[in-house]
């Protein structure tokens, strides 16, 4: 049993969200991009559903790419301090991209800021590879920002160059409380993918996991030798 998450979404419809452009879209359970170019098609939350902590924060989603073209560039998951479109105004984000490149390696994974009009990038990328589900964790610590993709469901084998981190964002990138899925406005080709299973913790570094803990288990307190069982959510001294 994992920690409960602070919000989730498994995209069974569209109603936490508003669309702009028709590329990309919420169809079967997934946030789909198709043939997705240079524009400022994307969508976003229409609420305030979870108003980040500035510090600390873990999301988890599920990624797969199938098609990066060469100067193609989307972001599968940002959280912003509004709702206009990343990367254009002053609007503070936290998140990672994906682009496109003659040369080799011809697929990248970045992570990247904004505070105001000052952007980031980590030094570090990830290459990706096509029609790959993977299952990402990405996590703010203070001024670190952490992008983890894994290649099995558990999240225990992580793909070559991961994890990737940012270590010094701004303290002032903050209010961040809209999630945006978008294109790059200015891509020159195109760029096919898909996100599902988005689920957020707020206020949290780690996503643990906790024992199921059913009636008739014992604890037993080493320091005082006591044993203690459980019943109906008591714990009582045996």
Not at 26 to 51: C, E, F, L, M, Q
Not at 119 to 125: I, L, P, T, V
Not at 180 to 196: F, H, L
Request: charged residues 15%; aromatic residues 10%; glycine residues 8%.
């Amino acid at each position: 049993e994992e920690t409960a998450p602070t919000f989730e979404d498994d995209f069974d419809n569209s109603d936490n969200w508003t669309s702009s452009g028709s590329t990309i879209s919420i169809t079967g359970n997934k946030v789909v991009g198709n043939t997705v170019t240079g524009s400022t098609d994307r969508i976003y939350w229409d609420a305030t559903h979870v108003a980040l902590s500035d510090t600390k924060w873990v999301t988890t989603f599920n990624y797969k790419v199938s098609v990066v073209g060469v100067d193609s560039e989307h972001t599968p998951l940002a959280f912003s301090a509004g709702t206009d479109q990343i990367r254009t105004t002053s609007q503070d984000y936290l998140g990672f991209d994906v682009y496109g490149q003659s040369a080799s390696p011809t697929r990248n994974v970045r992570l990247n800021y904004r505070d105001g009009t000052s952007n980031g990038y980590s030094s570090s990328k990830i290459t990706p590879t096509l029609d790959r589900q993977y299952y990402c964790t990405m996590s703010r610590d203070g001024v670190t920002l952490t992008l983890s993709l894994f290649t099995d469901s558990t999240r225990t084998t992580h793909e070559t160059g991961s994890p990737i981190s940012i270590t010094n964002v701004p303290s002032t990138v903050g209010g961040l409380n809209i999630a945006q899925i978008t294109a790059w406005n200015g891509s020159a080709s195109n760029s096919s993918w898909e996100v599902d299973t988005l689920k957020i913790y707020n206020g949290v570094t780690s996503v643990v996991d906790i024992p199921n803990v059913v009636d008739g288990s014992i604890f037993y307190e080493t320091d005082t030798n006591k044993s203690y069982v459980l019943y109906n959510n008591t714990w009582s001294e045996v």
